[in-house]
C-alpha cells in the first residue's frame, strides 16, 4: 500500500477535489444530506467571503498515490482570539476515509501550518466559526441532521483521537415530534410573565429580513457575549449568514420577543429543507428545480437555529415565552411533524433543563476537541 501523501489546495482542480470529496466517503445510502456545493464555493472563498477577510485559511488534501483519502482546513480566526485573548487555531471541514494513516498527516500538517502562526492549541471541528455549523457527531448516528447540524461516520472521532485531540465542550440538540404536549406550566408561566413584563412577541418579516437581521445581530451579541465559544459577527459576515438563510425563512417561525416597547429577544426557527437537500445531491440546475417543486411536500420539520435572550431579562421567564408562542405554532400548523433545537452547550443548564422539564428528549451530542501545540 502506497504512502499518504498531503498538498496544499493551490488551484480550481485541487479545490474541486476539496469539495467533492464527501461525496467518496457517504455514498446514496447514508443519512448524510449533501450540501449545495455552490454554498460550500462561496463559504470557502477567500477572495469574497466576509469571514475571511479576518481570517487565515488553508485548505489541505491527502492522497494515497492519485486516491484521494482525506481532506481538512486551517484556520485562524483573528477575531476569536482577539475577542478570548486566546492564540487558537481551527480545524474544520474534515472528511477522511476510514484511514488512521490519512488523518494523521492531515492533522499534523494542520498542526504544523497553526504553531508556523503562532498558535499553541488546535480547537474544532468549525465550519468555520461556532457561528457557522460546528461540533463532531458522537451520538445519534441513527437520526438524520437537519438543516445546518453536522454529520458524520462513527468512526470519525477515533480517528480525531488518534491524533491526540480530546473532548473540550459536547454540543446538543433536542427533539419533539408531532404529537408533542407542552406542559401546562409553560402556559402559566408565559401567561404570568406577558402580563407583568407587557411582554409580547411580533414576527420577523420575511420581505425585510437582511434589514431585521441587524436586530437579530444586536440582540445575539448581548445574549452570547459571555458563553463559550462565542465570536461577535461582523456586520457584513452577519449580512452574509442572513441573506444566506433568507431564502427558507417561514414569518410563523421566526419572530422577537418584546417587553413594551423593547425588542429583548428572538427566536429563528427555520423548515428543514434537508429532505430536498437530499435530493438535489449538491446541485440544482433545471431538474433540481423540478425536484423542488415535486417533492417540496417533504419539508414537514423544523430546526431551531439561533436563539437569544438579553441577559437581563433571561431570569424573569421570557423564554417561556417564546416557547409557548413557538410550540403553539408549530403544534397548530399541518405542515410540521418534528422540531430539533440546537445546537446547546451541555453545561447550559438553565435553557437545557427548560427543554427537559418542557418534555422536549435529547437527540444528538455533538463535540469540540481541543489540542495542545
Known amino acids: 500500500m502506497s504512502h499518504v501523501k498531503t498538498s496544499i489546495v493551490v488551484n480550481q482542480r485541487d479545490l474541486r477535489s476539496f469539495v467533492d470529496f464527501p461525496w467518496k466517503v457517504y455514498g446514496k445510502r447514508s443519512l448524510w444530506v449533501p450540501p449545495l456545493k455552490k454554498d460550500v464555493y462561496r463559504l470557502l472563498d477567500a477572495k469574497k467571503h466576509p469571514f475571511w477577510r479576518f481570517s487565515d485559511q488553508i485548505?489541505?488534501?491527502?492522497?494515497?498515490?492519485?486516491?484521494?483519502?482525506?481532506?481538512?482546513?486551517?484556520i485562524v480566526d483573528h477575531n476569536y482570539n482577539r475577542y478570548h485573548g486566546e492564540k487558537g487555531g481551527i480545524w474544520g471541514f474534515f472528511e477522511c476515509m476510514d484511514d488512521v494513516a490519512a488523518s494523521k498527516v492531515l492533522f499534523s500538517a494542520v498542526e504544523a501550518w497553526a504553531a508556523g502562526k503562532g498558535m499553541t492549541?488546535?480547537?474544532?471541528?468549525?465550519?468555520?466559526?461556532?457561528?457557522?455549523?460546528?461540533?463532531?457527531?458522537?451520538?445519534?448516528?441513527?437520526?438524520r441532521p437537519t438543516l445546518m447540524m453536522t454529520y458524520n461516520p462513527p468512526y470519525y472521532a477515533g480517528l480525531v483521537e488518534s491524533c491526540g485531540h480530546g473532548k473540550e465542550k459536547d454540543l446538543l440538540s433536542f427533539f419533539v415530534d408531532g404529537n408533542y404536549q407542552p406542559p401546562q406550566w409553560i402556559e402559566a408561566i408565559s401567561s404570568r410573565v406577558k402580563k407583568d413584563m407587557n411582554a409580547w412577541a411580533r414576527p420577523v418579516h420575511p420581505k425585510e429580513f437582511v434589514s431585521e437581521a441587524a436586530l437579530i445581530r444586536r440582540i445575539y451579541h448581548e445574549a452570547w457575549s459571555e458563553n463559550w465559544g462565542f465570536v461577535p459577527t461582523t456586520e457584513d459576515e452577519f449580512r452574509w449568514i442572513a441573506k444566506s438563510v433568507e431564502r427558507v425563512v417561514d414569518e410563523d417561525l421566526a419572530f422577537f420577543v418584546y417587553c413594551g416597547e423593547d425588542p429583548v429577544g428572538f427566536a429563528l426557527i427555520l423548515p428543514d429543507i434537508n429532505p430536498l437537500l437530499k435530493r438535489l445531491n449538491g446541485k440544482i440546475g433545471l431538474f433540481g428545480l423540478w425536484k423542488i417543486l415535486r417533492h417540496k411536500k417533504e419539508i414537514n420539520g423544523t430546526r431551531g437555529?439561533?436563539?437569544?435572550?438579553?441577559?437581563?431579562?433571561?431570569?424573569?421567564?421570557?423564554?417561556?415565552?417564546?416557547?409557548?408562542?413557538?410550540?403553539?405554532?408549530?403544534?397548530?400548523d399541518a405542515r410540521f411533524r418534528y422540531f430539533e433545537f440546537g445546537w446547546t452547550l451541555e453545561d447550559n443548564d438553565a435553557i437545557n433543563q427548560w427543554l427537559l422539564e418542557g418534555g422536549m428528549k435529547a437527540h444528538n451530542r455533538y463535540r469540540i476537541f481541543r489540542k495542545k501545540l
Open 59 to 74: 485548505l489541505i488534501l491527502a492522497r494515497r498515490g492519485a486516491d484521494t483519502v482525506g481532506r481538512i482546513a486551517g
Open 121 to 143: 492549541f488546535l480547537r474544532g471541528p468549525l465550519n468555520p466559526s461556532t457561528n457557522y455549523e460546528a461540533g463532531l457527531l458522537v451520538e445519534g448516528f441513527e437520526h
Open 305 to 332: 437555529f439561533m436563539f437569544g435572550i438579553k441577559k437581563q431579562y433571561q431570569e424573569v421567564g421570557l423564554p417561556a415565552v417564546a416557547l409557548d408562542h413557538l410550540l403553539g405554532k408549530i403544534g397548530k
